[in-house]
């Protein structure tokens, strides 16, 4: 339906939706009377979100505008027929809309490439992931992040080899012929594009078949002890006759005889010892390696991750990883809301409860002589810095040790040129009965809570947005299984937002409302400012906040909340 049937010619193509940035600047023109340089001025206002701008733009839309003398400049909707109501519900639309829309030739190449990109990802997954993880090479939590869906969805990720890798991540297949993702020899520290020029010319001429036979062929300065120590670390020798325990015994000895019979066979060149058959040092070919258990997995991977960035052949928490799954906020999650236009800014001081591995465990003395801790936590996606402030410090110390499994609760920190953090709050070991907790917890909230109807049209778009992308997490799809996002349109009109069911909300008081005072019992007390400030009593906007944010971890900012309490105060639907 359209609000107008002024709208009809400008939006019947795209079936009464805006689509393009077009068509908000010949809505403007059509509607209010607006130029086609002042439209694009309005255009842009929207897309930088200028909200002094914006008021006054949303004066002339509505009303018009007249010079000094009262001559009439741009007629505005209103003195075109349009009712004002329309008009400003019209505007408000163009205002959500244009913070993320294209023109037109922009969102018709995005839909191409969106098209193309589904086809490969369906058809031929593992070429695609390979060159989705190419592209964020120099992204090490994006990539973490890509691995492990890699992992979840069976397609091996292959540890890098020198008989098998290039310099970039690459299609192969695994000892049982699946086909998988060859780790890249780029994405090894300490190894350069040299060295890996080098491995390759050699490689063409015949495969490597030990170790002796790699440091006899590979020769140049672009390889050093450093890189074979970081190949070997990364397991790009394995499966060449020795384990990796064997070979960091005595890699740095093997490189040093190399080294030392090339310089002896410099441009023809032979020693009086190898004249006479007598030589001191022991040709690579000569040189035994004594029998040595392998290290333990543990400490294999910990190689990996060191020399690559991320864990290849298995993750310390493979063990953990059905409690991880108990709804907890992942480091690919807080990363993803730092890519956002602010910086992750609207999210910051969000409450969130994160769990895996302490990889890292500091104490630092504070300027007043207190001691509080630097963390790293890091899960199945990637890791994250924690900050333990004194008080908090005193109280947990015991529980920050390295290699410990952890769940910490605090507020997410966003500032600008920094990553993002975690400001810890408490810390509980991470156990079957804490992620039972935290599981239920997600669980009654949302089958106990409310259902929620979107107005696909005229609802708050960027909340509307983070409600799809939280419907589509995997780690949620048992708790929002019946959690519903559609359109509204043609049942009664303005629904706006209906929140429906609201029972058994926190300690099962449930929410209720007494001359738009709403509450929520115990769990406002517990763990929300607001409620520990007002009581069990707070506003709409905090509630519809409350529930978004701590149940869903879905972070509401300021703004969106209060439209949203605005909505429903004047539809009734709360």
Same mark, same amino acid.
């Given at each position: 339906?359209?609000?107008?049937?002024?709208?009809?010619?400008?939006?019947?193509?795209?079936?009464?939706?805006?689509?393009?940035?077009?068509?908000?600047?010949?809505?403007?023109?059509?509607? $209010?009377?607006? @130029?086609?340089?002042?439209?694009?001025?309005?255009?842009?206002?929207?897309?930088?979100?200028?909200?002094?701008?914006?008021?006054?733009?949303?004066?002339?839309?509505?009303?018009?505008?007249?010079?000094?003398?009262?001559?009439?400049?741009?007629?505005?909707?209103?003195?075109?027929?349009?009712?004002?109501?329309?008009?400003?519900?019209?505007?408000?639309?163009?205002?959500?809309?244009?913070?993320?829309? &294209?023109?037109?030739?922009?969102?018709?190449?995005?839909?191409?490439?969106?098209?193309?990109?589904?086809?490969?990802?369906?058809?031929?997954?593992?070429?695609?992931?390979?060159?989705?993880?190419?592209?964020?090479?120099?992204?090490?939590?994006?990539?973490?992040?890509?691995?492990?869906?890699? +992992?979840?969805?069976?397609?091996?990720?292959?540890?890098?080899?020198?008989?098998?890798?290039?310099? +970039?991540?690459?299609?192969?297949?695994?000892?049982?012929?699946?086909?998988?993702?060859?780790?890249?020899?780029?994405?090894?520290?300490?190894?350069?594009?040299?060295?890996?020029?080098?491995?390759?010319?050699?490689?063409?001429?015949?495969? &490597?078949?030990?170790?002796?036979?790699?440091?006899?062929?590979?020769?140049?300065?672009?390889?050093?002890?450093?890189?074979?120590? @970081?190949?070997?670390?990364?397991?790009?020798?394995?499966?060449?006759?020795?384990?990796?325990?064997?070979?960091?015994?005595?890699?740095?000895?093997?490189?040093?005889?190399?080294?030392?019979?090339?310089?002896?066979?410099?441009?023809?060149?032979?020693?009086?010892?190898?004249?006479?058959?007598?030589?001191?040092?022991?040709?690579?070919?000569? &040189?035994?390696?004594?029998?040595?258990?392998?290290?333990?997995?543990?400490?294999?991977?910990?190689?990996?991750?060191?020399?690559?960035?991320?864990?290849?052949?298995?993750?310390?928490?493979?063990? $953990?990883?059905?409690?991880?799954?108990?709804? &907890?906020?992942?480091?690919?999650?807080?990363?993803?809301?730092?890519?956002?236009?602010?910086?992750?800014?609207?999210?910051?001081?969000?409450?969130?409860?994160?769990?895996?591995?302490?990889?890292?465990?500091?104490?630092?003395?504070?300027?007043?002589? @207190?001691?509080?801790?630097?963390?790293?936590?890091?899960?199945?996606?990637?890791?994250?810095?924690?900050?333990?402030?004194?008080?908090?410090?005193? +109280?947990?110390?015991?529980?920050?040790?390295?290699?410990?499994?952890?769940?910490?609760?605090?507020?997410?920190?966003?500032?600008?040129?920094?990553?993002?953090?975690?400001?810890?709050? $408490?810390?509980?070991?991470?156990?079957?009965?804490?992620?039972?907790?935290?599981?239920?917890?997600?669980?009654?909230?949302?089958?106990?809570?409310?259902?929620?109807?979107?107005?696909?049209?005229?609802?708050?778009?960027?909340?509307? +947005?983070?409600?799809?992308?939280?419907?589509?997490? @995997?780690?949620?799809?048992?708790?929002?299984?019946?959690?519903?996002?559609?359109?509204?349109?043609?049942?009664?009109?303005?629904?706006?937002?209906?929140?429906?069911?609201?029972?058994?909300?926190?300690?099962?008081?449930?929410?209720?409302?007494?001359?738009?005072?709403?509450?929520?019992?115990?769990?406002?007390?517990?763990?929300?400012?607001?409620?520990?400030?007002?009581?069990?009593?707070?506003?709409?906007?905090?509630?519809?906040?409350?529930?978004?944010?701590?149940?869903?971890?879905?972070?509401?900012?300021?703004?969106?909340?209060?439209?949203? $309490?605005?909505?429903?105060?004047?539809?009734?639907?709360?």
């Amino acid at each position: 339906r359209y609000e107008t049937p002024l709208l009809r010619p400008i939006l019947d193509v795209t079936y009464g939706c805006m689509v393009y940035q077009e068509q908000v600047m010949q809505i403007v023109r059509d509607l $209010a009377g607006y @130029s086609l340089g002042r439209s694009d001025l309005m255009r842009r206002a929207m897309a930088k979100k200028k909200k002094d701008v914006m008021a006054q733009e949303r004066e002339y839309f509505v009303n018009g505008m007249t010079d000094e003398n009262g001559g009439v400049l741009i007629d505005g909707a209103v003195r075109r027929g349009v009712p004002r109501e329309v008009a400003e519900h019209i505007f408000d639309e163009m205002s959500a809309f244009a913070s993320y829309a &294209f023109n037109k030739s922009h969102a018709a190449a995005y839909a191409l490439v969106a098209v193309q990109t589904a086809w490969l990802k369906r058809y031929h997954p593992v070429p695609f992931m390979a060159a989705t993880i190419n592209s964020m090479m120099d992204n090490m939590p994006k990539m973490a992040g890509y691995i492990q869906y890699c +992992r979840q969805h069976d397609i091996p990720v292959l540890p890098p080899h020198v008989n098998k890798s290039v310099w +970039r991540f690459s299609v192969d297949r695994d000892e049982n012929g699946r086909p998988g993702i060859r780790f890249g020899l780029g994405g090894v520290k300490n190894v350069g594009h040299g060295a890996v020029e080098l491995i390759e010319k050699q490689r063409a001429r015949g495969l &490597f078949t030990s170790i002796f036979d790699f440091a006899d062929r590979v020769a140049g300065d672009a390889l050093n002890k450093r890189t074979v120590e @970081s190949l070997i670390k990364a397991g790009a020798f394995d499966g060449l006759g020795h384990n990796r325990a064997q070979l960091l015994s005595v890699y740095e000895r093997l490189m040093d005889d190399s080294a030392q019979k090339r310089r002896q066979n410099i441009a023809g060149q032979m020693s009086l010892f190898d004249l006479a058959g007598a030589g001191q040092s022991a040709s690579p070919a000569m &040189f035994h390696i004594p029998p040595m258990e392998e290290h333990p997995r543990k400490a294999l991977l910990s190689m990996e991750r060191e020399m690559t960035g991320v864990y290849i052949t298995g993750h310390p928490l493979d063990e $953990a990883a059905e409690l991880l799954r108990a709804g &907890f906020t992942t480091v690919a999650d807080v990363y993803g809301m730092s890519e956002d236009e602010d910086g992750g800014a609207a999210y910051d001081g969000m409450q969130a409860s994160m769990a895996g591995i302490l990889t890292v465990c500091k104490g630092k003395i504070t300027k007043k002589g @207190s001691m509080m801790g630097i963390l790293t936590l890091e899960d199945l996606t990637g890791q994250i810095e924690g900050l333990v402030f004194p008080k908090v410090y005193e +109280r947990y110390v015991p529980l920050l040790n390295v290699d410990s499994l952890v769940i910490l609760d605090g507020k997410l920190s966003f500032r600008e040129e920094e990553e993002p953090k975690l400001l810890v709050d $408490a810390v509980r070991p991470l156990n079957a009965e804490n992620a039972a907790q935290r599981a239920a917890a997600v669980s009654k909230a949302y089958h106990a809570v409310f259902r929620i109807h979107i107005d696909a049209v005229l609802f708050h778009k960027p909340l509307r +947005r983070q409600l799809i992308q939280l419907r589509q997490r @995997s780690s949620l799809t048992r708790f929002l299984r019946h959690f519903r996002i559609g359109s509204t349109v043609g049942q009664g009109g303005d629904s706006g937002i209906r929140l429906l069911h609201l029972l058994h909300l926190g300690d099962g008081q449930g929410l209720r409302g007494a001359g738009g005072v709403l509450w929520c019992g115990g769990y406002c007390r517990a763990h929300c400012r607001e409620g520990q400030r007002n009581g069990t009593h707070c506003t709409e906007q905090a509630a519809i906040k409350c529930m978004l944010h701590f149940f869903f971890s879905v972070p509401l900012p300021r703004h969106a909340a209060g439209a949203v $309490a605005r909505k429903a105060a004047s539809t009734g639907s709360l």
